[in-house]
């Protein structure tokens, strides 16, 4: 194994013990991936992302074959697919963290922009989020689903499940679902409450100045 793979199975324990620590996932709910060189490190199906062993993380190759360590997490597709259509993807994070889930629940939001520009930092890191129809966990739909979207999109929300977010590598990945999340908060903390949003100039203005998501 190179350098490099133990390093970001390293990342990979690291940061998803912190998600766990800090309640952005409970019990054995959400999945992380990250890509090396000669193919994809997903957290195994079942594992609690608290207590990870970086030798048991699944290997898959690049056109989803098992390679090595437990048998892959059942969203493999859905990671798989964001490799696929999505240039500079490093790494993936799937969460159940509360309120995107609740986002994802609610029946009003707008599906093409579901996590509307509060504050500039989400603009930043996360983009504009789609929701995806609801399918069953681990259906190989979702792949589809995601392929649909011809990589515009870096996060999206899978209806009544949770967050999807992506990075060019795995604390950009990471990061941005912190962001997601907190920002989905924020969201469930206005319902009701006249706010207001990031102006279209404004966000055309962060995304001529950081880039676009
Ligand atoms: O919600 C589900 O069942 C999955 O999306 C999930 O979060 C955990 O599945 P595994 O990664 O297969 O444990
Ligand atoms: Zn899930």
């Known amino acids: 194994m190179s350098s490099k ?21 409970v019990g054995s709910a959400g999945n992380i991936s990250a890509a090396v060189d000669d193919g994809i490190l997903i957290t195994p199906t079942n594992s609690c992302l608290g207590f990870l062993d970086p030798e048991r ?16 997490s059942k969203e493999v597709f859905l990671h798989k697919a964001f490799y696929e259509t999505r240039p500079g993807t490093g ?22 922009d579901c996590v509307p520009a ?12 789609k929701l995806l ?4 966990p681990g259906d ?3 792949g589809d689903l995601i392929r649909a979207l011809g990589g515009k999109h870096a996060a999206v929300l899978l209806a009544n499940h949770g967050p ?9 990945a990471v990061y941005a679902a912190e962001e997601l999340e907190e920002t989905a908060k924020l969201l469930v903390m206005l319902r009701g409450l ?4 990031l102006s279209d100039d404004n966000v055309a203005e962060l995304r001529s100045v950081f880039g676009e998501r």
């Open 164 to 172: 999807v977010v992506t990075g060019k590598d795995i604390s950009s």
């Open 5 to 25: 793979e133990r390093e970001v199975r390293e990342d990979i324990v690291r940061l998803s013990r912190s998600l766990y620590q800090r309640g952005f996932s």
């Open 194 to 197: 006249p706010r207001r949003l």
């Open 133 to 136: 129809d609801y399918v069953r």
């Open 57 to 72: 993380i699944s290997k898959i190759s690049h056109d989803g074959r098992h390679q090595s360590g437990d048998r892959a």
């Open 118 to 129: 509060l504050t500039p930092y989400v603009v930043m890191r996360v983009g504009k989020v």
């Open 140 to 142: 190989e739909k979702a």
């Open 91 to 112: 790494a993936v994070v799937h969460l159940h963290s509360t309120f995107a889930t609740a986002l994802s629940c609610l029946v009003d939001i707008d599906p093409d």
